[in-house]
């Protein structure tokens, strides 16, 4: 795994650059910089959850989750899908949560942008209604089913995680590990080679 985005403290030099960005329809002035996942642009991965994913079609959450959250796009589409929610985002990144929390701000949403470990003390087993992931496939299968297994944990018992993970990187095996772990899961949409999943909470 790179040390340019996966680690609590990247070497490179942080310049921030100021982009436009559309996240669902909502144009946004966002800051990025090296050092964090995507670091110039909205991933295909992200766009393709963004626009697959069921945002209008479920009951608002009250709380939401954004595991991953680099610069903060899925973030922002959680804030602005569902502006009277607990938004909660994570990362390993300090960079990537900074860059996070700055945006949120300059889009005039509220937010808990920490580090995975503070949000895993902080909020209560079965107590998020909605999570929403581009995981971090590449840090290996038991680093990500362990970082899967601890998040999935906090839904709700109607909660719902959408992760969005590229075919020929596994999404179908994933789909079917997540399964094994008790969490019924389906692929709702595929598009550009990847699948978007949808996990429940354990049964």
Avoid: Q
């Avoid at 990247?10 to 559309?22: F, G, I, K, L």
């Avoid at 090296?34 to 766009?47: E, N, Q």
């Avoid at 959450?61 to 973030?75: I, K, M, Q, S």
């Avoid at 590229?166 to 008790?182: I, T």
């Amino acid at each position: 795994m790179s040390e340019h985005y996966y680690c609590e403290s990247p070497s490179v030099p942080a310049r921030r650059t100021e982009r436009e960005v559309n996240i669902r329809g909502i144009v946004h002035r966002v800051l990025m910089a090296p050092g964090v996942f995507s670091a110039d642009r909205l991933d295909k991965a992200t766009a393709v959850l963004l626009a697959k994913a069921p945002f209008d079609a479920i009951d608002p959450p009250a709380r939401t989750l954004d595991v991953g959250c680099g610069w903060g796009p899925l973030a922002l589409a959680l804030a602005d899908a569902y502006p009277e929610a607990e938004l909660w985002a994570t990362d390993v990144n300090g960079r990537a949560r900074s860059l996070a929390a700055d945006n949120l701000a300059l889009a005039g949403h509220a937010g808990h942008v920490v580090a995975p470990e503070e949000a895993l003390a902080r909020l209560a087993p079965a107590s998020v209604d909605l999570i929403v992931s581009n995981p971090p496939i590449r840090i290996g299968k038991a680093a990500l089913h362990d970082l899967l297994r601890a998040n999935l944990a906090l839904l709700a018992c109607e909660g719902r995680a959408w992760l969005v993970v590229g075919k020929n990187l596994g999404a179908d095996s994933l789909a079917a590990w997540l399964r094994g772990e008790g969490h019924p899961c389906e692929k709702i949409a595929s598009a550009k080679g990847f699948r978007v999943l949808e996990a429940r909470a354990k049964s």
